[in-house]
C-alpha cells in the first residue's frame, strides 16, 4: 500500500488502520470470507486432482533414494514444527489464563511500580508516526497513573522539537518527565548506552520498570497495565516482550510477507515462552525489571557488544541490541515471558519494489541470530533451557536441512524432470497446511501465504549460510546508514578472498555430497 502523498491524508489513514487493528481480532470462520473459503476449496482440489492423476515418480526405482531422504527430512522438520505448535496452544489454554489473572489481581489491589523508565531511540523519524508514538505513551501514562520517566535518545533536534511541542500541548497535566540525550557518537547502541548511565546517575532502583522500545512503534490497548502487571504478580519475572502487528506502507506483498513473519513470531514466542525463556527480547517492546540493566556490564554488553572470531579478528555489532540483552539476561539464568494480549504496532514505510530491504533485513536478523546463537549455545541446556538450547542448535541445522529439497528438485532433472513437478504438488500443499494453522495466529487469511512461506524459508536459509562465512558483514541503513566490514585494504581483502573461498567450497561439498547420494555423480577409483 502506498503511503498518501500529504501529511493529512498520511495522518488521517495512519490513524484509521491504527484504530481498525486496535479492535478485537476475528475468531475461526470470522477470517474467512466467502471469497477466501472458495480460494482455499479451489487450490486444495488442484492439488488433490494433481495427486491423483498425475503419474507417482516418488517410489521410481532410480528416485528412491530421494524420496526417502525428503520424507526423513519433512518428518523431521513438520515434527519440530507441530512441536511448536502444540506448545504454544498449550501455553495459551493452560498457561497463560492464570499468569494474566493473577496479574489482574494484583492491579486491581492497587499495585503499580515505584517509577517507570521509559528509554526510546528515534532517527529522523516520520512526524506523524512520531507524534503517535508519543500520544500512545501519554493516554496510558495518564490512565494508569504510573510516575514515568521518558528518557528519548536522539542525533538531531529534528525529532526533540516534535516531541516537546506534542508533549508541552497534550501531556503538560501528567506525572512524567521528560529527558532528552543527544548522542555524540554514531549508531542506537549509543544512545540506548547513554540513556542508561543517565538512569543511572538519577537513582533509578533494582524493582523499577524499564520499557525498551523504538520509535516507531505505537502501543496498543492497556499495554502499561497488561505488561507492568505481569512484575507485580511474579516477583522472580526479569524480562517480557510483547505481541506485535505491523502496518507497512510500501509494496502489497511486503505487507503479506510482514504479517505472515509476525503470525510465525506468535506461535513461536508462545512455545518458547512455556520455558519461562524467549529467543529474543524484541526492541520493538520489551520490558525490563531494572535489577539487571543498571549493572555496568549489561551497560557495556549494549554499547560495545563484540564477537572474536579466528578469521574476522574482533570487531563490533552494529545492530541486535535486542539480542544482546537477550544473552545477558539468559547467562544469568533470568527468567522472561511474552505476553501475547499486549500488542504494539510497528509502522514500516518501504520504497522502491521492497526486494532489496526484504534481503537487507534478513541478512540483519539472520547476522545477529548466527553472532549471538553461537555463544548462547555455548552456555549450555542447563543454563538456557533444554527446550531453548535446542531451539539455538536447530536453527545452525535448519539453514543447511532447508536447502536439500530443493537442491535435490533441481539435480533431478537431469534424472528424471517430472519428479520437480511432484515436488512443486508437495511443497504448495504442505506450506498449506502450514498456513491453515497460522492463520490462527492472524486477523485474516491470505493464500498467498503458502507461496511466501516457502521463499521466505529459502532465501532465509541461503542468506544465512552466507552470513555464516561472513559474520563481520553488517548493514544498517536505519541508522544513518552504518556498515561494518566492508574495508578495502590489504588485510580486508585477504580475509573476504578466505571467506568466499570458505563459502564457495562449502556449497560445492554441499551439492557434491547430494549428487553422489543419489547418484548422479560416480565416487572415484569405483568406491
Given at each position: 500500500?502506498?503511503?498518501p502523498e500529504t501529511n493529512y491524508a498520511f495522518e488521517k489513514h495512519l490513524d484509521n488502520w491504527l484504530r481498525q487493528l486496535s479492535g478485537a481480532a476475528p475468531i475461526g470462520l470470522a477470517k474467512w470470507s466467502v471469497r477466501r473459503l472458495l480460494q482455499l476449496?479451489?487450490?486444495?482440489?488442484?492439488?488433490?486432482?494433481?495427486?491423483?492423476?498425475?503419474?507417482?515418480?516418488?517410489?521410481?526405482?532410480?528416485?528412491?533414494?530421494?524420496?526417502?531422504?525428503?520424507?526423513?527430512?519433512?518428518?523431521?522438520?513438520?515434527?519440530?514444527?507441530?512441536?511448536?505448535?502444540?506448545?504454544?496452544?498449550?501455553?495459551?489454554?493452560?498457561?497463560?489464563?492464570?499468569?494474566?489473572?493473577?496479574?489482574?489481581?494484583?492491579?486491581?489491589?492497587?499495585?503499580?511500580?515505584?517509577?517507570?523508565?521509559?528509554?526510546?531511540?528515534?532517527?529522523?523519524?516520520?512526524?506523524?508516526?512520531?507524534?503517535?508514538?508519543?500520544?500512545?505513551?501519554?493516554?496510558?501514562?495518564?490512565?494508569?497513573?504510573?510516575?514515568?520517566?521518558?528518557?528519548?535518545?536522539?542525533?538531531?533536534?529534528?525529532?526533540?522539537?516534535?516531541?516537546?511541542?506534542?508533549?508541552?500541548?497534550?501531556?503538560?497535566?501528567?506525572?512524567?518527565?521528560?529527558?532528552?540525550?543527544?548522542?555524540?557518537?554514531?549508531?542506537?547502541?549509543?544512545?540506548?548506552?547513554?540513556?542508561?548511565?543517565?538512569?543511572?546517575?538519577?537513582?533509578?532502583?533494582?524493582?523499577?520498570?524499564?520499557?525498551?522500545?523504538?520509535?516507531?512503534?505505537?502501543?496498543?490497548?492497556?499495554?502499561?497495565?497488561?505488561?507492568?502487571?505481569?512484575?507485580?504478580?511474579?516477583?522472580?519475572?526479569?524480562?517480557?516482550?510483547?505481541?506485535?502487528?505491523?502496518?507497512?506502507?510500501?509494496?502489497?506483498?511486503?505487507?503479506?510477507?510482514?504479517?505472515?513473519?509476525?503470525?510465525?513470531?506468535?506461535?513461536?514466542?508462545?512455545?518458547?515462552?512455556?520455558?519461562?525463556?524467549?529467543?529474543?527480547?524484541?526492541?520493538?517492546?520489551?520490558?525490563?525489571?531494572?535489577?539487571?540493566?543498571?549493572?555496568?556490564?549489561?551497560?557495556?554488553?549494549?554499547?560495545?557488544?563484540?564477537?572474536?572470531?579466528?578469521?574476522?579478528?574482533?570487531?563490533?555489532?552494529?545492530?541486535?541490541?535486542?539480542?544482546?540483552?537477550?544473552?545477558?539476561?539468559?547467562?544469568?539464568?533470568?527468567?522472561?515471558?511474552?505476553?501475547?494480549?499486549?500488542?504494539?504496532?510497528?509502522?514500516?514505510?518501504?520504497?522502491?519494489?521492497?526486494?532489496?530491504?526484504?534481503?537487507?533485513?534478513?541478512?540483519?536478523?539472520?547476522?545477529?541470530?548466527?553472532?549471538?546463537?553461537?555463544?548462547?549455545?555455548?552456555?549450555?541446556?542447563?543454563?538456557?533451557?533444554?527446550?531453548?538450547?535446542?531451539?539455538?542448535?536447530?536453527?545452525?541445522?535448519?539453514?543447511?536441512?532447508?536447502?536439500?529439497?530443493?537442491?535435490?528438485?533441481?539435480?533431478?532433472?537431469?534424472?528424471?524432470?517430472?519428479?520437480?513437478?511432484?515436488?512443486?504438488?508437495?511443497?504448495?500443499?504442505?506450506?498449506?497446511?502450514?498456513?491453515?494453522?497460522?492463520?490462527?495466529?492472524?486477523?485474516?487469511?491470505?493464500?498467498?501465504?503458502?507461496?511466501?512461506?516457502?521463499?521466505?524459508?529459502?532465501?532465509?536459509?541461503?542468506?544465512?549460510?552466507?552470513?555464516?562465512?561472513?559474520?563481520?558483514?553488517?548493514k544498517w541503513s536505519n541508522r544513518g546508514n552504518q556498515t561494518a566490514g566492508n574495508g578495502t585494504g590489504l588485510r580486508d581483502k585477504l580475509q573476504n578472498a578466505m571467506a568466499k573461498f570458505q563459502l564457495i567450497t562449502?556449497?560445492?561439498?554441499?551439492?557434491?555430497?547430494?549428487?553422489?547420494?543419489?547418484?548422479?555423480?560416480?565416487?572415484?577409483?569405483?568406491?
Amino acid at each position: 500500500m502506498k503511503a498518501p502523498e500529504t501529511n493529512y491524508a498520511f495522518e488521517k489513514h495512519l490513524d484509521n488502520w491504527l484504530r481498525q487493528l486496535s479492535g478485537a481480532a476475528p475468531i475461526g470462520l470470522a477470517k474467512w470470507s466467502v471469497r477466501r473459503l472458495l480460494q482455499l476449496a479451489l487450490l486444495l482440489s488442484a492439488l488433490v486432482a494433481a495427486m491423483v492423476f498425475w503419474p507417482n515418480n516418488f517410489f521410481h526405482p532410480d528416485l528412491i533414494q530421494i524420496t526417502f531422504v525428503l520424507g526423513t527430512l519433512g518428518i523431521w522438520r513438520f515434527g519440530w514444527w507441530f512441536t511448536h505448535a502444540v506448545r504454544a496452544e498449550v501455553f495459551a489454554r493452560s498457561r497463560w489464563p492464570g499468569k494474566r489473572r493473577r496479574a489482574e489481581a494484583v492491579w486491581r489491589a492497587g499495585w503499580r511500580p515505584r517509577r517507570l523508565h521509559i528509554q526510546m531511540t528515534t532517527y529522523y523519524e516520520e512526524p506523524a508516526i512520531t507524534r503517535r508514538v508519543i500520544g500512545s505513551i501519554l493516554g496510558q501514562i495518564r490512565r494508569e497513573g504510573i510516575p514515568t520517566t521518558l528518557w528519548i535518545g536522539t542525533g538531531s533536534s529534528y525529532d526533540e522539537e516534535i516531541i516537546t511541542h506534542f508533549v508541552r500541548t497534550h501531556g503538560a497535566d501528567l506525572d512524567a518527565e521528560l529527558v532528552f540525550l543527544r548522542q555524540n557518537q554514531p549508531g542506537k547502541r549509543m544512545a540506548i548506552g547513554m540513556i542508561l548511565r543517565a538512569m543511572n546517575r538519577a537513582g533509578i532502583k533494582p524493582d523499577d520498570l524499564v520499557i525498551f522500545m523504538d520509535g516507531d512503534a505505537v502501543y496498543g490497548r492497556d499495554v502499561l497495565e497488561k505488561t507492568c502487571s505481569m512484575f507485580g504478580a511474579d516477583p522472580e519475572l526479569q524480562a517480557l516482550t510483547t505481541n506485535e502487528e505491523v502496518l507497512c506502507y510500501g509494496p502489497d506483498w511486503i505487507q503479506s510477507w510482514l504479517s505472515m513473519r509476525f503470525a510465525q513470531r506468535r506461535l513461536a514466542m508462545q512455545s518458547h515462552a512455556m520455558s519461562d525463556r524467549v529467543l529474543t527480547l524484541t526492541g520493538r517492546m520489551s520490558v525490563f525489571r531494572a535489577r539487571h540493566i543498571i549493572d555496568e556490564r549489561f551497560i557495556r554488553t549494549i554499547e560495545a557488544d563484540h564477537l572474536d572470531h579466528w578469521l574476522w579478528g574482533r570487531f563490533r555489532f552494529l545492530s541486535g541490541d535486542d539480542k544482546s540483552t537477550w544473552y545477558h539476561l539468559l547467562s544469568k539464568r533470568a527468567k522472561m515471558t511474552y505476553v501475547p494480549d499486549a500488542c504494539v504496532y510497528t509502522i514500516e514505510q518501504i520504497d522502491g519494489s521492497g526486494t532489496g530491504r526484504m534481503v537487507q533485513n534478513f541478512r540483519r536478523w539472520s547476522g545477529n541470530m548466527l553472532r549471538n546463537g553461537a555463544r548462547a549455545i555455548a552456555l549450555g541446556p542447563r543454563v538456557a533451557k533444554p527446550f531453548i538450547w535446542w531451539c539455538l542448535v536447530d536453527q545452525r541445522i535448519a539453514m543447511w536441512t532447508m536447502l536439500v529439497s530443493p537442491t535435490l528438485a533441481f539435480l533431478t532433472l537431469f534424472i528424471e524432470r517430472a519428479y520437480l513437478l511432484h515436488c512443486l504438488i508437495w511443497i504448495v500443499l504442505s506450506r498449506t497446511i502450514l498456513c491453515l494453522f497460522l492463520f490462527r495466529y492472524a486477523r485474516s487469511t491470505d493464500l498467498t501465504w503458502p507461496f511466501i512461506l516457502y521463499f521466505n524459508q529459502i532465501i532465509n536459509a541461503g542468506v544465512k549460510v552466507y552470513m555464516i562465512f561472513h559474520l563481520s558483514k553488517q548493514k544498517w541503513s536505519n541508522r544513518g546508514n552504518q556498515t561494518a566490514g566492508n574495508g578495502t585494504g590489504l588485510r580486508d581483502k585477504l580475509q573476504n578472498a578466505m571467506a568466499k573461498f570458505q563459502l564457495i567450497t562449502a556449497v560445492t561439498a554441499f551439492i557434491t555430497g547430494l549428487a553422489l547420494y543419489i547418484g548422479l555423480l560416480d565416487l572415484p577409483g569405483g568406491f
